[in-house]
C-alpha cells in the first residue's frame, strides 16, 4: 500500500471514499472464499485497492460494471483501446499482470474446490484451461522458454524435410514417361542450351549462402529468435511444395534426365526418403529425383538464405548483401541452364518464399499493434502466433557477440561457484512455488468455513516473529 488509507475519489452508496488497509485485506480475503467470477464490483474495487490499483476504482467498477467476470475476460486490447484506453503504458502492463496471475489462483482455486463440487469444478478447470495455456504462451519469454520453442521450431522443420522427402519419392513413382509425354514448350529453356555442370554450380552457390547464414546464426546476439524464424517459414514452404508436387505431376524438363517410375514396397520408400532427408536433396550428395517440378526446392532455399542474411546483418554490410543477391539470381540462372525445373517452377518458388518471409516479417514488426488476445492471429497465424508471442517484438536489433563463454564463466563451472548460484535459484524458486501453495491451503480452508483457524495461525505466526 502506498499509504495508510487507500482513498478512492468519487465515491458513493456502492464505493466509499475511503477503505483502511485491514478492511480492505478482510474484504479481499472474503473476496477470496468464493471464485473470481463471483466477484462482485465491489470485490473488484476490493482486488483493485489491493493490487495498488485504486486509482482505476472509479473507471472500471463506477464508470464500466466491471464484476468478477468481465474482470477474468478482460484482455491488453481492452486495456489499450476505447473506451478504457489507459494512457500509462507502465500502468496498463502491471494491471495486465496482475489479471493473468488472478487467472492462474483463479483456475488453481477451481481444482482446490473439486473436492467440494468434482462436476461443477471440472467444468470449471475446463473453461480456465485454454485461457491459461494462451496466457502461458503469450507471457514474456524466460530464457528457457526460448529455448523450448527454437527446440519445437526445429522439429518441425525437421518433420516438414522429411515429409517432403517421402512426397518426393512418391511423386518419382508417378512421374509421366518422357518417350510418351516430352518436355512442355518452355520460354527459356527453349533458348537456353543445356550446361550439364549448371546444376552442380547452383548446389555451391547454395552450399556458400547456407555457411555466410550458419556464420551469421552462430556470432548473432539474438541467435535463438533467427533460428526459430528460419525453421518455421523454410519448413512452411517447403509442406505447402509437398501439396503442390503431389497435386500434378509435369514431364520431365530436359530430355538428359533419365527418369522411369520404380515401384517397391513402403519399407523402401521410407529408407529412400531417408537417403534425400540426410543428403538435403542435392545432387552433390548422389541424391537425384524426379516429378518434384512445382515448385522448385533449390530455388526456395537459395532465396531463403538470401532474405536471411539480407535482413539480420547491418545495413552497412553492402559487399555482403550485393554477393547474396548475386549468388541468389545466378544459382536460379543456372538451375534454369541445367534445365531441372520448368521456368514455372523457378518464378512460384521465387516468388512464394520471398512473400511468405517478408508477410512474416511485417507481422512481427508490427507485432505491438497486433493484440496477442485477438483471436484472429491465433486461428489464421498459428505459427506466427506461437513463435512471436512473448518474445522478441518488432525488428530483431543486428548485435554480435562472442559466442563462447568467457574465460571466468568456464573457471566458475571448474570450481563449483556456477552450481552453486543455479542451486540458490532453484531454492528461491521452490520457496515461491511453497508460498504460493500455502495460499491455496489457506483459500480452501476460508471455503470449508475454517477462517478462523486460520487466522489464528497467522496471528500466532505474526507473534512468533
Given at each position: 500500500m502506498?499509504?495508510?488509507?487507500?482513498?478512492?475519489?468519487g465515491?458513493?452508496?456502492r464505493?466509499?471514499?475511503?477503505?483502511?488497509?485491514?478492511?480492505?485485506?478482510?474484504?479481499?480475503?472474503?473476496a477470496?472464499?468464493?471464485?473470481?467470477q463471483?466477484?462482485?464490483?465491489?470485490?473488484?474495487?476490493?482486488?483493485l485497492?489491493?493490487?495498488?490499483?485504486?486509482?482505476?476504482?472509479?473507471?472500471?467498477?463506477?464508470q464500466?460494471?466491471?464484476?468478477?467476470?468481465?474482470?477474468?475476460?478482460?484482455?491488453?486490447?481492452?486495456?489499450?483501446?476505447?473506451?478504457?484506453?489507459?494512457?500509462?503504458?507502465g500502468?496498463?502492463?502491471?494491471?495486465?499482470?496482475?489479471?493473468?496471475?488472478l487467472?492462474?489462483?483463479n483456475a488453481?482455486?477451481?481444482?482446490?474446490?473439486e473436492?467440494?463440487?468434482?462436476?461443477?469444478?471440472?467444468?470449471?478447470?475446463?473453461?480456465?484451461?485454454?485461457d491459461?495455456?494462451?496466457?502461458?504462451?503469450?507471457?514474456?519469454d524466460?530464457r528457457?522458454?526460448?529455448?523450448?520453442?527454437?527446440?519445437?521450431?526445429?522439429?518441425?522443420?525437421?518433420?516438414?524435410?522429411?515429409?517432403?522427402?517421402?512426397v518426393?519419392?512418391?511423386?518419382?513413382?508417378?512421374?509421366?514417361?518422357?518417350?510418351?509425354?516430352?518436355?512442355?514448350?518452355?520460354?527459356?529453356?527453349?533458348?537456353?542450351?543445356f550446361?550439364?555442370w549448371a546444376?552442380?554450380?547452383?548446389?555451391?552457390?547454395?552450399c556458400?549462402?547456407?555457411?555466410?547464414?550458419?556464420?551469421v546464426?552462430?556470432?548473432h546476439?539474438?541467435?535463438?529468435?533467427?533460428l526459430?524464424?528460419?525453421?518455421?517459414?523454410?519448413g512452411?514452404?517447403f509442406?505447402?511444395?509437398?501439396i503442390?508436387i503431389?497435386?500434378?505431376?509435369?514431364?520431365?524438363?530436359?530430355?538428359?534426365?533419365?527418369?522411369?517410375?520404380?515401384?517397391?514396397?513402403?519399407?523402401?520408400?521410407?529408407?529412400?526418403?531417408?537417403q534425400?532427408?540426410?543428403?538435403l536433396g542435392?545432387s552433390?550428395?548422389?541424391?537425384?529425383?524426379?516429378g518434384?517440378y512445382?515448385?522448385s526446392?533449390?530455388?526456395?532455399?537459395?532465396t531463403?538464405?538470401n532474405h536471411?542474411?539480407?535482413?539480420?546483418?547491418?545495413?552497412?554490410?553492402?559487399?555482403?548483401?550485393?554477393?547474396?543477391?548475386?549468388?541468389?539470381?545466378?544459382?536460379?540462372?543456372?538451375i534454369?541452364?541445367?534445365?531441372?525445373?520448368?521456368?514455372?517452377?523457378?518464378?512460384?518458388a521465387?516468388?512464394?518464399?520471398?512473400?511468405?518471409?517478408?508477410?512474416?516479417?511485417s507481422?512481427?514488426?508490427?507485432?505491438?499493434?497486433?493484440?496477442?488476445?485477438?483471436?484472429?492471429?491465433?486461428i489464421?497465424?498459428?505459427?506466427?502466433?506461437?513463435?512471436?508471442s512473448?518474445?522478441?517484438?518488432?525488428?530483431?536489433?543486428?548485435?554480435y557477440?562472442?559466442?563462447?563463454?568467457?574465460?571466468?564463466?568456464?573457471?566458475?563451472?571448474?570450481?563449483?561457484?556456477a552450481?552453486?548460484?543455479?542451486?540458490?535459484?532453484?531454492?528461491?524458486k521452490?520457496?515461491?512455488?511453497?508460498?504460493?501453495?500455502?495460499?491455496?491451503?489457506q483459500?480452501?480452508?476460508?471455503?470449508?468455513?475454517?477462517?478462523?483457524?486460520?487466522?489464528?495461525?497467522?496471528?500466532?505466526?505474526?507473534?512468533?516473529?
Amino acid at each position: 500500500m502506498r499509504s495508510a488509507q487507500a482513498c478512492i475519489s468519487g465515491g458513493n452508496d456502492r464505493f466509499p471514499r475511503c477503505w483502511s488497509v485491514r478492511a480492505v485485506r478482510v474484504g479481499l480475503n472474503g473476496a477470496s472464499a468464493t471464485c473470481a467470477q463471483k466477484w462482485t464490483s465491489d470485490d473488484v474495487a476490493t482486488w483493485l485497492v489491493e493490487q495498488d490499483f485504486d486509482d482505476l476504482v472509479d473507471l472500471l467498477c463506477r464508470q464500466h460494471k466491471i464484476d468478477g467476470r468481465a474482470l477474468l475476460e478482460l484482455n491488453e486490447q481492452d486495456l489499450r483501446l476505447p473506451p478504457l484506453q489507459m494512457p500509462v503504458l507502465g500502468e496498463m502492463k502491471r494491471l495486465w499482470i496482475a489479471l493473468l496471475r488472478l487467472r492462474k489462483e483463479n483456475a488453481a482455486a477451481a481444482v482446490v474446490s473439486e473436492h467440494q463440487f468434482p462436476v461443477r469444478a471440472f467444468s470449471h478447470f475446463e473453461e480456465f484451461s485454454a485461457d491459461l495455456l494462451i496466457a502461458e504462451i503469450e507471457s514474456t519469454d524466460t530464457r528457457n522458454k526460448s529455448i523450448l520453442k527454437t527446440i519445437i521450431a526445429g522439429l518441425y522443420f525437421a518433420v516438414a524435410i522429411l515429409i517432403t522427402s517421402l512426397v518426393m519419392v512418391i511423386v518419382h513413382d508417378r512421374v509421366p514417361d518422357s518417350k510418351t509425354f516430352p518436355p512442355l514448350p518452355d520460354i527459356f529453356l527453349d533458348n537456353i542450351p543445356f550446361i550439364p555442370w549448371a546444376f552442380d554450380v547452383c548446389e555451391i552457390l547454395a552450399c556458400f549462402l547456407g555457411l555466410v547464414w550458419t556464420l551469421v546464426v552462430v556470432f548473432h546476439k539474438h541467435r535463438l529468435v533467427l533460428l526459430r524464424r528460419f525453421f518455421s517459414l523454410v519448413g512452411t514452404v517447403f509442406m505447402l511444395r509437398c501439396i503442390t508436387i503431389m497435386i500434378t505431376s509435369l514431364s520431365v524438363p530436359g530430355v538428359h534426365l533419365d527418369c522411369q517410375a520404380r515401384y517397391s514396397d513402403w519399407s523402401t520408400k521410407l529408407y529412400r526418403a531417408c537417403q534425400i532427408w540426410y543428403g538435403l536433396g542435392m545432387s552433390l550428395f548422389n541424391v537425384r529425383s524426379c516429378g518434384d517440378y512445382m515448385f522448385s526446392g533449390h530455388t526456395t532455399v537459395v532465396t531463403m538464405f538470401n532474405h536471411f542474411i539480407t535482413e539480420y546483418t547491418p545495413d552497412s554490410w553492402n559487399y555482403l548483401h550485393t554477393t547474396s543477391w548475386v549468388c541468389n539470381l545466378f544459382a536460379i540462372f543456372f538451375i534454369l541452364a541445367a534445365h531441372e525445373h520448368y521456368s514455372l517452377d523457378v518464378f512460384v518458388a521465387f516468388y512464394i518464399s520471398s512473400r511468405l518471409f517478408l508477410y512474416y516479417h511485417s507481422l512481427a514488426y508490427h507485432a505491438q499493434a497486433i493484440s496477442s488476445a485477438d483471436s484472429r492471429t491465433r486461428i489464421w497465424f498459428p505459427l506466427f502466433w506461437f513463435f512471436e508471442s512473448g518474445g522478441q517484438v518488432g525488428r530483431v536489433p543486428n548485435e554480435y557477440e562472442w559466442p563462447l563463454p568467457s574465460v571466468s564463466t568456464l573457471c566458475s563451472y571448474v570450481n563449483g561457484q556456477a552450481l552453486v548460484r543455479s542451486c540458490k535459484e532453484e531454492l528461491t524458486k521452490l520457496r515461491s512455488v511453497y508460498r504460493i501453495h500455502f495460499h491455496r491451503i489457506q483459500h480452501f480452508f476460508l471455503d470449508r468455513g475454517g477462517g478462523q483457524r486460520i487466522s489464528t495461525i497467522q496471528e500466532d505466526r505474526s507473534k512468533n516473529e
